[in-house]
Nanobody, 125 residues
Framework: QVQLVESGGGLVQSGGSLRLSCAAS????????MGWYRQAPGKQRELVAA???????NYADSVKGRFTISRDNAQNTVHLQMNSLKPEDTAEYSC???????????????????WGQGTQVTVSS
């Protein structure tokens, strides 16, 4: 059963923009911190951006000033606006709710953890 549905990945030229979306059920959306992670070939998975239910955000140093994470409460959806994309941004991007992201944001008592199927982002030089 799909818990999180991601969309918006694709192929874009260096300097271009993409917007990723992660749609969740209302119960998951209203109860969990959510975040975007990425993994490139030969590299470890890393947190790109995260947001709590209250709207507190966190970003990887490599994307600060270029990426923006936001919550759309009406659509139970988290977006990642990616601007000024670079070839090094090429990776599989996955949405997470609860668990992994909550711990990264300082919430220590968390049991649930949900992952989307992933969406590929490729930035050409």
């Amino acid at each position: 059963q799909v818990q999180l549905v991601e969309s918006g990945g694709g192929l874009v030229q260096s300097g271009g923009s993409l917007r990723l979306s992660c749609a969740a059920s209302r119960s998951i959306f209203n109860s969990n911190a959510m975040g975007w992670y990425r993994q490139a070939p030969g590299k470890q998975r890393e947190l790109v951006a995260a947001i709590t239910v209250s709207g507190r955000t966190n970003y990887a140093d490599s994307v600060k000033g270029r990426f923006t994470i936001s919550r759309d409460n009406a659509q139970n959806t988290v977006h990642l606006q990616m601007n000024s994309l670079k070839p090094e941004d090429t990776a599989e991007y996955s949405c997470n709710a609860g668990g992994t992201t909550a711990r990264a944001m300082g919430f220590m008592s968390v049991t649930h953890n949900y992952w989307g199927q992933g969406t590929q982002v490729t930035v050409s030089s």
